[in-house]
């Protein structure tokens, strides 16, 4: 059987970090290297890859603890060890050169998620770390002060130390299929209900079909029962199936929520819609003003043309459709104060009400998970399972987009291959481990290396 000191469960970001940050401890203390990652897929970083559309949002320097969700105060102290510009540096002294862009995205200075990926892969190598993949995990058993791992095919793997890296549930195309939490409960652990979150949502509108690929920008309420829960400004993508764009992402937690239980923050909610404001740089009286302008100016052209050049024409031509009915190809010096007025609020209260969100496949990451509170803050070792560390995607921790997700996967990522480091893990804690649970099951598949 083989034996290795820390085995790192997953290839992912926060896996890569953990393991290559486990592995400079271990040179540091003028230790032999002895890390292993395991990743299911056939290559590691599949996720990786595809983040920021491919170019890797590394960080973000606007960082704060309001860009969070989930168990936010106890993640709290990872965020503070570790803000943007630490990250940054931990980058720098691995060679990446990166570039600040708007809003305070943080991206490689190639602008490529590729570039990232192989500087892990070199490092890695270049340390003596072993990168296995195609390794289903199908067990974690404690046994003694170590722990025994168990393939779906091949020999079991021995390790003083597990951090588990496993992922979340989001896009499961990349090889996302919710197994460390499974892992985790085995191992003592509980977990706060997982749902999609930044997915596109789906609508209740038939509109949705005609407005199919147009964007624009504007700020998005989202109402729950009337009542504003949530708020966000950016451009807006209209589909064939509902709403999309960065601005419906960071609200679509909170539609998953809704879809799944009927309620938001605790209180029974019938109806949540996303209310569209198109022109919030306007009032609604300004906007009456402005289309009275046009009727003196432009008195013979359709009034479905009334606000081309001030929304998408598409767009616009719809809602002057919705709002007048078969007034919309009338001149639009015939169409009276109180159309104009209809039209300004339609313009201003554009609403959709949500059915649901788009799920797994569309969504870029999962909120909830292993709950934080049963880490320690400073190490991210289980309190449940001494000896097993957790970070990244799995963790109930999640951001909003703009490179907050993959900021939490570095920072936990150093945080517990520092941990899994300490000399003090050499005292014989572990065998104060609780009694697991009854181990998940995995899926059969092969058991190859890479490099």
């Known amino acids: 059987m083989e034996q290795v000191e820390i085995a790192v469960v997953g290839g992912g970001a926060s896996g890569l970090m953990a393991a290559l940050t486990a592995a400079e401890e271990q040179k540091k203390q003028r230790r032999p290297v002895s890390v292993w990652v395991l990743e299911g897929a056939q290559k590691p970083g599949r996720k990786l890859l595809a983040t920021g559309n491919g170019r890797c949002n590394l960080t973000n320097l606007h960082m704060s603890l309001s860009r969070y969700h989930g168990e936010t105060e106890e993640a709290r102290a990872v965020l503070e060890a570790w803000p943007p510009q630490a990250v940054i540096h931990r980058f720098r002294t691995l060679g990446l050169v990166c570039r600040e862009e708007e809003e ?21 190598e270049g340390l003596g770390v072993q990168v296995h993949c195609g390794w289903h995990l199908r067990q974690i058993q404690p046994k003694g002060a170590s ?18 890296a496993a992922g979340g549930q989001a896009a499961p195309k990349l090889g996302a299929d919710g197994s460390g ?8 652990h509980s977990c706060t209900p997982c749902r999609p979150a930044l ?23 989202l109402l729950a029962d ?10 807006i993508q209209f589909t064939e199936y509902g709403l999309s764009g960065i601005c419906v992402f960071q609200l679509s937690r909170l539609a998953a929520e809704w879809e799944e239980t009927g309620r938001l923050a605790g209180r029974r909610v019938s109806s949540l819609v996303f209310s569209l404001d198109l ?12 289309l009275r302008q046009r009727q003196r100016l432009l008195p013979n052209i359709p009034a479905e043309e009334a606000l081309d050049g001030l929304l998408n024409l598409r767009v616009g031509q ?16 015939r169409i009276t104060a109180e159309a104009c007025a209809a039209v300004a609020r339609l313009v201003k209260q554009y609403e959709f009400p949500v059915a649901g969100v788009m799920g797994w496949e569309r969504a870029q990451v999962t909120a909830g998970g292993v709950p934080l509170s049963e880490t320690d803050p400073a190490t991210l070792e289980s309190r449940c399972c001494p000896g097993l560390y957790l970070c990244g995607e799995l963790l109930d921790v ?49 058991h190859a290396a890479h490099r």
């Open 318 to 333: 719809q809602i002057i459709r919705e709002a007048l009915g078969e007034g919309a190809s009338q001149p639009l010096n």
């Open 147 to 164: 722990f025994v791992l168990f393939p779906e095919e091949g020999e079991p793997l021995t390790a003083s130390r597990v951090i588990l």
């Open 398 to 446: 999640d951001g909003d987009c703009g490179g907050y997700n993959l900021h939490w996967a570095w920072a936990s990522g150093i945080t517990a291959g520092k941990g899994a480091t300490r000399r003090d893990n050499d005292s014989g804690k572990q065998s104060q481990r609780k009694k697991p649970g009854a181990p998940a099951k995995g899926r059969r598949s092969s």
């Open 226 to 235: 009337g009542r504003r829960v949530g708020e966000e400004t950016g451009e």
């Open 279 to 290: 022109t919030p740089d306007m009032t609604e009286q300004e906007l009456e003003a402005l």
């Open 181 to 188: 939490v499974a892992m985790a409960r085995a191992l003592g």
């Open 199 to 221: 997915t596109p949502v789906r609508c209740q509108k038939k509109q949705c079909r005609a407005l199919q690929g147009m964007r624009c920008r504007g700020k998005v309420s």
């Open 104 to 124: 305070g995205r943080v991206y490689p200075n190639s602008g490529q998620a590729a570039a990232v990926l192989e500087l892990f892969l070199r490092h890695l």
